[in-house]
């Protein structure tokens, strides 16, 4: 499984920093692919020179190339100090004002640099019509469309339903299979279905140990995208315990 933990701003301590390292290191060799996503501070810290199985990703990447850009972190710099991933579009930046076209083109940036993109996806809430699914669709359409076809297989989805972000409980694993199907199919729509079958899709959104087992058995999905509970080394090594 993919197991990415998106620490957000909720790090802000080097010695937490350098334990949560520590942890991810033991534990990524139980098989699983663990990605550090630290704040961008860290990221260079951690992952300049890191040769170990953990693999970093940073929480957001900027639209600049470069140059006269004050402030942003771009993607070459983040492929520059050893990271692989980029998360983009993640619902706290979505609530910032990023909208689809600008995802778009922050995937577009990840990828030529060499970066592979963790795009966040998810509804703000459920209505019973079934509208939200439209919603989604677009946000994979306006995703994937401009790239080649290679260049979609690159992609990894994150579905993160916004009611379950930071909440109390996850989605139940029913419901998560439910909508990866979703999901998949509409991949199958801009890629191919042996492409759909291939992507791979992550849950975000309060996984815990208590729930990523089933989540992970019955959900359909390739791995996890986990705030809280990942920038904690007790609760994090809990969760990954979980999936051995
Ligand atoms: P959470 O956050 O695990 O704290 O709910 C998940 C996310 O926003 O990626």
């Known amino acids: 499984m993919l197991i990415v933990a998106n620490w957000k701003a909720y790090v802000d301590d080097s010695k937490l920093a350098k334990r949560l390292f520590e942890a991810s290191k033991a534990l990524s ?31 957001d990447v900027s639209l600049k190339e470069g140059g006269a850009a004050t402030g942003e972190s771009t993607a070459l710099m ?24 600008v995802v778009a083109d922050k995937i577009r940036q990840a990828i030529d640099a060499g970066l592979l993109p963790i795009v966040c996806i998810g509804e703000h809430e459920r209505d019973p019509e079934g509208k939200y699914l439209g919603g989604l669709r677009e946000q994979v359409a306006s995703a994937l ?3 080649t076809p290679k260049e979609r297989a690159l992609v990894v989805l994150a579905y993160e ?17 439910e909508i990866i199907l979703y999901i998949r199919k509409v991949l199958a729509e801009l890629t191919s ?12 959104g309060s ?4 729930n990523i087992a089933a989540l992970g058995k019955a959900g359909g999905v390739q791995g996890f995208l986990i705030g809280r509970a990942s920038v904690e080394p007790k609760s ?3 969760l990954l315990r979980e999936l051995l």
């Open 29 to 59: 060799r139980v098989g699983h692919t663990l990605v550090l996503a630290p704040g961008a501070p860290f990221l260079g810290a951690l992952s300049l020179g890191n040769r170990t199985k953990v693999q970093f990703a940073s929480q």
């Open 161 to 177: 339903p916004l009611w379950a972000i930071g909440a109390t409980q996850a989605i139940h694993p029913d419901d998560l299979h």
């Open 207 to 210: 996984v815990d140990p208590s």
């Open 236 to 238: 994090f090594t809990a």
């Open 193 to 204: 279905v042996k492409g759909a079958a291939k992507s791979i899709v992550l849950y975000g």
């Open 145 to 147: 469309k401009p790239l």
């Open 78 to 101: 983040i492929k520059n100090v050893g990271a692989t991933y980029a998360i983009v579009g993640h619902s706290e930046r979505r609530a910032l004002g990023e909208t689809n076209v």
